[in-house]
């Protein structure tokens, strides 16, 4: 039983988009958080004005989540993440207190302006199987079902969803500013299912047992009898918006590449191959850039995402990063998708790590520190779940908890989590965030990776290693 | 999530002897289904409800890359009819029973998220006899459970479907109108007013009303003249089955509302309740074959819910398991343990339940007791536990002997 008395009230703000609109709010009804800005290299802020108020920053995605299961009475963070935890767990511990009245575009459900749906009537009515990619999988899925949908696969993306249709998937649920700015991604609204604004959220419990006017009536002086984000229909002009169609068309061999901090080296190591793609090294990304051969199509995309769509053969080949192919394999354990080989750069370490308040220096202490039950269930924060609970398996840690996080794991520690397994490159940020390691798991650098099946059809064979050949001269 | 203990599976078994027995009766064959199947089964035929859908346990299997998901079965009726489809479609009837756990998130704590179901599909079967049929066994299985205070409620999806046609929804509307009833929300219905007085009328008297015979069938359909084609047909197919159902003298209550839950009934719907609480249901589904990529073949079928019957089941006391026989040892040395075994296999095989013991503790519940000592001449001690009286026995043969003339 939680207490109540102690009067300590957290409250979880978010990183990125709602950033600085936030802090606005924040600094306006004066609930003294000075350092929460674009530049705070902290996580943890206390207040000035209420001494029992604290704040972390986190990830909006987790934000829902930690609210839910009481580790914050309090949340700021989008609907759309909200409604994504919401729509899979109705009954749980998370209520919308507000509006905040802030935020941009909303989130849609998309065809590719190539394919022939136009409508959501056909979608229900053909019995066609459809592929729908999203960041969003609980509310794509309860989208798919409550359209009747009558075959339906659902594949979770990290992040891109907007490069996958029409050829690797029929459907995406996405974010877009509006019906035109989806149009200029070559796609067609076909529904909107929520506006995408801030939200305060609270922990039911907490809610239901703790004092928190304080702090709810500082929000209320700014929010006046909820003026909802008016619905109005941005899908009216999809009609005249068609957009530029990219030009499109099935190619023999495809090949995935990774955005984001692997970009860079990735197209360093593909200039050296003498295989550079225009459009790639780019600052602008561009999710489709052209290859010198005419039988080979390429996509970027991320590179969490690539294992899976290698094992479907939406791509025959893709850059990624060792760690999340093992990801991957460990999930699946008889998944087509095979290492080719390591390409040498983006070179990190996957470790196990804990606060350095905690007694041990290695898993076999933490061991003994779980089963004298100080640490259990011990809380364990990855984003690479299936590395983090076979490793956590192999060890006997016993009993644990799994909390799956969207990159940052070192935030949770020490209040939300005791271990957190994930990559470093120096170990500096751990320092920082007064963590130690107490283990590495193992080392992993980009590769290549291919699907076994492609290396071994009769019309790829050849193409696939002429591919191989060029990239691995890169590697000299 | 819950045990079920010793008290609770005399019950469990009972339901199922019952219920296995009256199906074979009838000619009725046991299948089983597997526990994992594939989620697009449930989600190809659009039978099952949305909120049913959000409430399966489904994942993805460890070759799930291809994101096929695979549930814990949902429902009891649509993997016997995959069976069917799959294995027995030769077959130009088929009549099928099965005893099988279904899977279903439940939040509020009240109920098992694994329930228990006792249920007959009849395939192929034109109406209305079969209706009639399986409206009679799952009447004969609840009779001869013994329970008391049973309610028979009859209704129609044909009809149901007809009427909401007559209020000119738009295909969204109809199907949220359609969700809400079979959620049991039929105030919805109530409030939506048609353009046409009539229905307004006709759904008035159909919810207001419950017929006890088909009489009351024949009254609706003299005093709606006007009715849709649909729906004249469907009031003609619960006619029939009423009538029939009349003339074997079995009694009910027609109740438009008493149907809920499931999407894939066209006929006859009907439930039972014990007490007041649903214990069982079932009806026709005509498409689901079809729709499963079958042949056009009907059918029709229900289900007793075990848990609930559980709750409302007599157990009488020699039910409870026969008091057996305890066959103690004195001392467990290599001798007396022996003796104690082959006293014990003799008399299971002689029929009678036997129990070891070497632990010296005080006996309770036998019909008797009987001490092995091993001393000589008489190494047995018979109690009769009902009697309360002691003897000694020379052999075995003596045992057996006194035990089976009780």
């Known amino acids: 039983m939680k207490d109540y008395q102690d009067g300590c009230i957290k409250l979880a703000l978010p990183k990125g988009r709602f950033l600085s609109p936030t802090a606005n709010l924040l600094a306006e009804i004066d609930l003294g958080f000075q350092d929460y800005s674009d530049k705070t290299k902290q996580y943890r802020l206390r207040s000035v004005r209420f001494p029992s108020l604290s704040a972390k920053i986190l990830q909006e995605k987790d934000i829902s989540i930690q609210v839910a299961v009481g580790n914050y ?123 995408v604004t801030a939200f305060l959220i609270a922990n039911r419990e907490s809610l239901e047992n703790k004092d928190l006017s304080q702090i709810l009536m500082c929000f209320n002086s700014k929010l006046t009898a909820e003026p909802q984000a008016s619905i109005k229909n941005e899908l009216d002009i999809s009609e005249e918006l068609k957009g530029p169609r990219p030009l499109w068309q099935a190619k023999e061999i495809n090949l995935a590449l990774p955005d984001g901090h692997q970009q860079a080296p990735t197209a360093q190591f593909l200039k050296q191959a003498g295989l550079a793609p225009q459009g790639y090294s780019e600052e602008v990304s561009n999710r489709r850039p052209s290859a010198d051969l005419d039988w080979l199509g390429i996509k970027v995309i991320r590179p969490q995402d690539m294992p899976l769509q290698v094992a479907n053969v ?94 940052a794991s070192e935030a949770f520690l020490p209040e939300d989590a005791d271990m957190l397994i994930d990559n470093v490159q120096t170990g500096k940020t751990l320092k920082q965030h007064k963590l130690k390691i107490i283990d590495v798991l193992f080392r992993s650098s980009a590769c290549l990776i291919a699907n076994k099946h492609s290396l071994a059809a009769s019309d790829k064979k050849e193409k696939m290693e002429f591919l191989t050949q060029k990239l691995r001269a890169g590697l000299s | 999530m819950q045990d079920l203990l010793p008290e609770d599976m005399l019950r469990f078994r009972r339901i199922e002897d019952v219920f296995r027995t009256c199906c074979r009766n009838w000619g009725y064959q046991e299948v089983r289904t597997p526990t994992l199947e594939y989620l697009y089964l449930f989600t190809a035929t659009g039978t099952l409800t949305p909120s049913m859908l959000s409430k399966v346990y489904s994942f993805l299997d460890w070759d799930g890359w291809s994101g096929e998901r695979v549930v814990l079965r949902p429902d009891g009726t649509i993997p016997v009819a995959r069976l069917y489809i799959d294995n027995l479609s030769g077959q130009e009837l088929a009549r099928l029973f099965y005893v099988t756990n279904i899977f279903a998130f439940e939040g509020t704590g009240k109920e098992n998220r694994e329930r228990w179901q006792c249920g007959a599909e009849f395939f192929g079967g034109a109406k209305s006899a079969p209706d009639v049929e399986i409206i009679l066994l799952a009447e004969e299985v609840i009779r001869r459970l013994g329970l008391s205070n049973i309610a028979l409620q009859l209704s129609h999806a044909g009809l149901v479907k007809a009427l909401l046609k007559e209020f000119k929804l738009s295909p969204g509307e109809e199907a949220r109108m359609t969700n809400r009833i079979l959620e049991g929300n039929w105030q919805a219905l109530t409030k939506a007013k048609s353009i046409n007085p009539e229905i307004d009328r006709l759904v008035a008297a159909l919810l ?87 042949e056009d073949i009907p059918a029709c079928g229900f289900a007793l819910y075990v848990d609930p019957i559980m709750k409302v089941l007599p157990l009488e006391k020699e039910k409870k398991g026969e008091p057996g026989i305890l066959v103690k040892g004195e001392e467990l040395t290599p001798e007396i343990a022996k003796t104690c075994f082959t006293v014990a296999e003799s008399l299971r095989d002689a029929g009678h339940p036997a129990e070891l013991d070497f632990t010296g503790r005080e006996e309770s519940n036998y019909r008797w007791v009987v001490l092995v000592s091993g001393k000589e001449p008489s190494p047995f001690v018979l109690t009769d536990c009902v009697q309360g009286r002691q003897r000694d026995a020379a052999s075995m043969a003596e045992i057996l002997q006194v035990v089976s003339e009780g």
């Not at chain 1, 991957?328 to 990190?348: C, D, M, N």
């Not at chain 1, 364990?380 to 016993?398: F, G, Q």
């Not at chain 2, 005093?223 to 029939?240: G, M, R, V, W, Y």
């Not at chain 2, 009907?270 to 007041?276: E, I, K, N, R, V």
């Open chain 1, 73 to 195: 009475d309090l949340g700021i963070c989008g609907l759309d993440w909200i409604e994504e935890f919401l729509v899979k767990y109705p009954v749980g511990a998370l209520v919308k207190i507000s509006s905040l009245n802030y935020g941009e575009g909303s989130i849609h459900v998309v065809a590719s302006a190539e394919t022939e749906i136009a409508s959501l009537n056909e979608l229900s009515a053909r019995r066609n199987d459809y592929r729908i990619v999203s960041e969003y999988p609980n509310l794509a899925e309860a989208f798919a079902l409550n359209l009747r949908m009558r075959r339906f696969r659902i594949f979770p993306v990290w992040g891109a969803a907007e490069a996958y249709p029409p050829e690797n998937a029929d459907l995406a649920v996405l974010w877009g500013k509006s019906g035109a700015h989806i149009a200029t991604q070559g796609l067609i609204p076909l529904k909107r299912l929520l506006p």
């Open chain 2, 208 to 294: 207001g009303l419950k017929g006890k015979s088909s009489s009351f069938l024949y009254n609706v359909r003299a005093s709606f003249p006007k009715a849709s084609q649909d729906f004249k047909s469907s009031l003609e197919d619960l006619i029939n089955i009423t009538t029939l159902l009349d003339n074997l003298g079995c009694s009910y209550k027609i109740d438009i509302a008493a149907i809920h839950g499931f999407e894939y009934y066209t006929g006859i719907c009907f439930q039972f309740l014990a007490a007041g609480e649903k214990i069982g249901g079932g009806g026709r589904y005509d498409n689901l074959v079809p729709l499963m990529n079958g």
């Open chain 1, 314 to 407: 939406n791509f025959d080949l893709a850059i990624t990063g060792e760690d999340w192919l093992l990801e991957h394999l460990y999930r699946f354990p008889s998944s087509p998708v095979k290492k080719l080989f390591a390409l040498g750069f983006g070179t990190v370490k996957i470790v196990a790590a804990v606060s350095q308040e905690m007694p041990v220096s290695d898993i076999d202490e933490l061991r003994s520190l779980v089963q004298s039950s100080k640490f259990a269930p011990l809380k364990v924060a990855s984003e690479y779940i299936n590395i983090a609970d076979k490793y956590l398996r192999d060890n006997h840690i016993n009993p644990y908890k799994l909390i799956p996080t969207w990159g």
